[in-house]
């Protein structure tokens, strides 16, 4: 795949995890002419940890004298082969993805820090870009440990047109120095140009905003291009946190597809769908399954958190699931609607609210959803949310009841008041997804504790799933599905609401949403999956989890057959 003064690339299969793509890198003999490199880059990754923005180390040696690393396999090349191929095309880097990547980016450098070490050559040449163009930052072999001796004559060389100004001059470095390296990375996504130095510094020409970028994105690059450490932000978090900042006041402006891939596929399939329709009827039924998927969604997200702690669950299932004044009858999940799941996550919402405002003798909400990120959690207990839910559920019933075809006026005004919504959604959920995996668990084996997993991400708009190593701390059923918050060791383990399935047809896996439990069986539906949108299976997780689903008090009175 490559030849340069690292050594040689190339793309290969590792058989023991079901022939998934790695990368194998074969160390020049003589390379840099220190003796061990590879050993103490292999000591670093390891200390670096396993994370979403971080390239995976798979396996490493010496063969015959020479030194190679297994590494995972990233399609989309480097980030600097892309900024070259689009400055062939004289095109510039849209900026949500300049955005995207420097939240990716900033996640990367706040483990690494966390992990206490300082990368010292972050730049274009190190990040390398997924199927889905996210973000890995790599080539650790310039890294050192943030308390050891700094001798710059014995230090590993790094790419100085992104060195720090106290790196060039061969002073003590800290985390600070790695955040101007990545102001300068984000400077060139922005200008298309690395950033001039007069001297030790380097000088920011005020037309940056010329260039595209929103004056808060202008404002965060300034600060990281900071001569004096001093005047950078202090830690990485804090970047991250002000790029947050920053794309919940551009949402409106925010790239529609970039925001799309960072969402979990059951719901990014369906936008995908929307996006790649022209027919205004389509789009509409489009915008229709995703306000339903997304109410559905959040609810399976919430039982799932509230039923890893049974007492809890069962405590609160009359508020649930039982009766009040707007609800004279219990919902019956046997037969789920729009509607219902709007509800029911209403519901949950309203608890996890009382949760998250730290009320005494309540369980930790954050414990439960196993997260370490806040923003997930919020989005779902958000009263905002309900604010395009339940219009959206509305809109449903009405159009449905509503006799005859509508014409291309009324088809343009209903189209119209969707996007309305779905700018909407488009600001709430922001960035929440982007530290979060939907998975489903393969094979792992364990040791010291840990259980190294292979499995496949169903993130982004690709059908073609992506195989992915994390280290968890406990076995998960290859049956389910999870989500992982990135940093955290357990995974939320969903309710089965929504499927991986394989066809009765055709075998392929897709993505199913319970849609109603009949005679026959419990029926799922597809969003994504034309050759076959719907099966009917016998499901014993589903009927175990609809039992769950009533007040203790009705749950008697629950007639026994099925519709």
């Not at 870009?129 to 996210?134: G, S």
């Not at 920053?246 to 996006?275: C, D, K, M, N, T």
């Not at 958190?305 to 004279?328: I, K, L, M, Q, V």
């Not at 309203?350 to 309540?362: F, I, P, V």
Request: with cysteine.
């Amino acid at each position: 795949m490559g030849d340069n003064e690292v050594g040689l690339d190339y793309q290969g299969e590792q058989r023991w995890m079901l022939f998934n793509p790695c990368l194998a890198r074969i160390r020049r003999l003589g390379w840099r002419s220190r003796a061990g490199t590879g050993k103490r880059e292999v000591e670093i990754l390891c200390q670096a940890g396993n994370h979403a923005s971080i390239v995976t180390l798979h396996d490493s040696g010496v063969f015959e004298g020479t030194e190679y690393l297994v590494l995972e396999f990233l399609p989309g090349g480097t980030l600097r082969d892309y900024l070259d191929k689009l400055r062939r095309r004289n095109r510039g880097v849209p900026v949500a993805e300049v955005m995207q990547f420097g939240r990716q980016l900033a996640r990367a450098v706040s483990q690494v820090h966390q992990r206490g070490l300082i990368h010292r050559d972050i730049a274009p040449a190190n990040v390398w870009l997924d199927e889905r163009h996210v973000a890995h930052l790599g080539d650790f072999d310039s890294a050192i440990l943030t308390a050891a001796p700094q001798d710059p004559q014995t230090m590993p060389p790094t790419t100085e047109a992104y060195a720090s100004p106290e790196q060039i001059a061969g002073g003590r470095l800290d985390e600070r120095s790695d955040l101007y390296s990545l102001g300068a990375v984000l400077y060139e996504l922005v200008t298309g140009q690395q950033p001039q130095r007069d001297g030790r510094a380097a000088i920011i020409p005020p037309v940056l905003a010329g260039h595209g970028a929103p004056p808060a994105l202008d404002a965060i690059i300034r600060r990281l291009l900071a001569e004096r450490p001093d005047d950078r932000p202090a830690s990485a978090d804090e970047v991250l946190a002000a790029l947050k900042s920053a794309v919940r006041s551009q949402a409106h402006e925010e790239g529609f597809l970039p925001w799309v891939e960072s969402l979990p596929f059951p719901l990014a399939s369906i936008l995908w769908a929307y996006h790649a329709e022209v027919d205004s009827r389509a789009k509409i039924d489009y915008l229709l399954k995703f306000f339903e998927a997304l109410a559905q969604f959040a609810a399976a997200v919430q039982l799932s958190a509230y039923r890893s702690d049974r007492e809890f669950f069962d405590a609160h299932r009359a508020a649930w699931f039982g009766t009040d004044p707007g609800n004279p009858g219990p919902a019956d999940f046997r037969i789920a609607s729009f509607g219902i799941w709007v509800n029911l996550s209403r519901r949950l919402a309203k608890t996890g609210r009382r949760l998250l405002s730290g009320e005494a003798g309540t369980p930790d909400c954050y414990e439960l959803f196993a997260a370490h990120d806040r923003d997930l959690v919020e989005l779902f207990t958000s009263k905002k949310l309900f604010e395009v839910l339940i219009p959206a559920s509305g809109y449903r019933n009405v159009w449905a009841g509503h006799g005859g075809v509508p014409g291309q006026a009324e088809q343009d005004r209903r189209l119209s008041a969707l996007q309305d919504l779905l700018g909407q959604s488009r600001g709430l959920i922001g960035a929440a997804f982007e530290t979060w995996i939907l998975l489903k668990p393969g094979s792992f084996t364990y040791a010291d504790g840990i259980f190294n997993l292979t499995c496949t991400s169903l993130m982004g708009t690709r059908s073609t799933f992506r195989k992915q190593q994390l280290e968890v701390g406990q076995p998960l059923d290859s049956g389910r599905l999870y989500l992982l918050n990135t940093g955290s060791m357990r995974a939320l383990e969903l309710v089965p609401l929504i499927r991986v399935i394989a066809g009765l047809k055709t075998g392929e896996d897709a993505v199913y949403f319970y849609n109603r439990r009949t005679r026959e069986g419990v029926r799922w539906v597809s969003y994504h999956f034309a050759a076959e949108p719907e099966l009917t299976l016998n499901d014993h997780d589903v009927d175990e989890l609809l039992a769950d689903l009533s007040a203790p008090d009705d749950c008697a009175d629950r007639p026994d057959d099925t519709r």
